[in-house]
């Protein structure tokens, strides 16, 4: 069974900086991408970060461009999301997503198959 787990979250004051990671279990995402989207009590899930893992093709949602970074660890199976200069409009639970099969970067969350179970990221101003 496929799982994704994420870690990381937590509270921070407006521009300090967390680092997320998902790991993955069961499953090695060899030709897929990888995806970090956040969501807002009634907001539709948003696309943040994806990257390519066949491809190492990297998208980021224009607002975090310049201050997120994805990255990946093969041997650990990790993806990561290094979020610096946090803003309180930041503030969402953040989940993480693998497209399988698939390699393209895609902006919504219903091309996603698999999913963690998300950690709150709380940025105070």
């Known amino acids: 069974q496929v799982h994704l787990v994420e870690s990381g979250g937590g509270l921070v004051q407006a521009g300090g900086s967390l680092r997320l990671s998902c790991t993955a279990s069961?499953?090695?995402?060899?030709?897929?991408?990888m995806g970090w989207f956040r969501q807002i009590p009634g907001k539709e899930r948003e696309f943040v970060a994806g990257?390519?893992?066949?491809?190492?093709?990297?998208s980021y949602l224009d607002s975090v461009k310049g201050r997120f970074t994805i990255s990946r660890d093969d041997a650990k199976n990790t993806v990561y999301l290094q979020m610096n200069s946090l803003k309180p409009e930041d503030t969402a639970v953040y989940y993480c997503?693998?497209?399988?099969?698939?390699?393209?970067?895609?902006?919504?969350?219903?091309?996603?198959?698999?999913w963690g179970q998300g950690t709150q990221v709380t940025v105070s101003s």
């Open positions: 990257i390519s893992l066949s491809t190492n093709r990297i």
């Open positions: 069961g499953h090695t995402f060899n030709n897929s991408a």
């Open positions: 997503a693998a497209r399988d099969p698939g390699s393209l970067i895609v902006l919504s969350p219903r091309l996603y198959n698999y």
